[in-house]
């Protein structure tokens, strides 16, 4: 069954515990220079208003990742569609990297390609992405097909309301 990682951008405070658990369920090390995979901002809008935002891997449907990759070590995951990787053959060209127009992948000491897979071994034994299990708004959340949908199209028409409200306002 297919599953999304949704975030809802007014629900997060960039706390940043989502980052920490997806250090710990990665052991990533981070004194050494490595990235975590997810990340954390605040951003400051033109009238001062703050947006919060958290970020990992997109895992888009058409990945340009999975293209860019000479190796193979990047697929799409015909059961979740997530982006997985195995980079038992990976030969550290980057090109992952040069073809992802978020610049997601990241490297290890070993000089491997490396990246959010959505804690697919979580996932597999009935449990959720440790970012989503720590968020503390709930502002991540895994979610099926069905629900994505609901949520994208709620969006929409929340959207298209405020476009109306200031279309009206001038």
Avoid at 56 to 68: L, P, Q, R, Y
């Amino acid at each position: 069954m297919k599953r999304y990682l949704f975030f809802d951008s007014e629900k997060c405070t960039a706390c940043g515990a989502c980052a920490l658990a997806c250090i710990d369920q990665n052991d990533v090390d981070t004194a050494a220079g490595q990235q975590p995979f997810r990340h954390t901002f605040t951003l400051e809008g033109r009238k001062g208003e703050l947006s919060f935002y958290s970020v990992s891997c997109m895992h888009c449907a058409d990945a340009s990742c999975v293209m860019g990759c000479p190796c193979g070590c990047l697929t799409k995951d015909p059961e979740s569609g997530f982006t997985l990787y195995d980079t038992q053959n990976c030969i550290g060209c980057h090109s992952c990297a040069m073809a992802c127009p978020y610049g997601i992948p990241g490297f290890g000491a070993d000089g491997k390609m490396q990246k959010c897979d959505a804690c697919i071994q979580r996932q597999r034994a009935g449990l959720v992405p440790a970012c989503v299990k720590v968020c503390p708004t709930g502002a991540l959340s895994l979610l099926t097909q069905e629900e994505f949908l609901a949520r994208q199209e709620k969006e929409r028409q929340k959207k298209a309301r405020l476009m109306m409200t200031k279309q009206l306002d001038q």
